[in-house]
Nanobody, 117 residues
Framework: QVQLVESGGGLVQAGGSLRLSCAAS????????MGWYRQAPGKQRELVAT???????NYADSLKGRFTISRDNARTTLYLQMISLKPEDTAVYYC???????????WGQGTQVTVSS
C-alpha cells in the first residue's frame, strides 16, 4: 500500500503562484510513476503532469510553461509549482502514484486550489 497526502492548496489571486506538495509513504518501491491531476466542479478529472521513476516528465499541453512538476532526491515528495495562475485553474488537485506492472493507482485526498479574478 501507498499513502499520499497533499498540501499547499489555498486561495490565490489571478497571476499568483502556489506550490503543492505530495508526501508519499508506505511501499514507495512499488511506485513507478507519480503525477498530479485536477478536477474542476462539473468536469472530469484531467491530467496536469506526471513524472516517471527515471525523471521523465509529461505535461498537459495547455499547462506547459506555467506548471512544473518536481520531486525530492528521496522520491518521497512530489511537488507542483504553479505560476501565473488563472481562474480556470480552480480545481481540486490530486496526487497520483502508479504501480505499472499491476496497474494499481493510488490517490491522495486532494487539495483545493481556488484562483480569484
Amino acid at each position: 500500500q501507498v499513502q499520499l497526502v497533499e498540501s499547499g492548496g489555498g486561495l490565490v489571486q489571478a497571476g499568483g503562484s502556489l506550490r503543492l506538495s505530495c508526501a508519499a509513504s508506505g511501499n514507495i518501491r512499488d511506485i513507478n510513476a507519480m503525477g498530479w491531476y485536477r478536477q474542476a466542479p462539473g468536469k472530469q478529472r484531467e491530467l496536469v503532469a506526471t513524472m516517471s521513476r527515471n525523471g521523465n516528465t509529461n505535461y498537459a499541453d495547455s499547462l506547459k510553461g506555467r506548471f512544473t512538476i518536481s520531486r525530492d532526491n528521496a522520491r518521497t515528495t512530489l511537488y507542483l509549482q504553479m505560476i501565473s495562475l488563472k481562474p480556470e485553474d480552480t480545481a481540486v488537485y490530486y496526487c497520483n502514484a502508479k504501480n505499472l506492472p499491476t496497474e494499481i493507482n493510488y490517490w491522495g485526498q486532494g487539495t483545493q486550489v481556488t484562483v480569484s479574478s
